[in-house]
């Protein structure tokens, strides 16, 4: 039986699924259409919300977690 994302904690599934569906270049895109859409920041895009990159795991790095750098290196990355 074929392991999926919610049956593994931390997401390592999740990681492990994208990888097995060959979806990475999906999940890169949806991952720029998500932080492009966002307002937080305004046009510099120095900040993050919960609504595009922040949640309780990454909490810890919150104050450098910058929507800007996403969009910059995902763009490139995608091109
Ligand atoms: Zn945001």
């Known amino acids: 039986m ?3 994302f919610s049956d ?3 997401g390592a599934g999740h990681v492990r699924n ?3 569906e060959a979806n990475l270049l999906a999940a890169l895109e949806r991952t720029l259409e998500i932080v492009s859409r966002c307002d937080c920041g305004g046009e ?3 900040t993050s919300c919960y609504g595009c990159l922040r ?4 909490q810890y ?3 450098v977690l910058k929507r800007g750098y996403v969009i910059e ?3 490139n990355l995608l091109q």
Do not use: K, M
């Open 2 to 4: 074929r392991t999926s």
């Open 8 to 10: 593994l904690p931390g």
């Open 18 to 20: 994208i990888a097995e």
């Open 44 to 46: 510099r895009a120095d």
């Open 55 to 58: 949640n309780y795991g990454n």
């Open 61 to 63: 790095c919150h104050d």
């Open 73 to 75: 290196f995902l763009a």
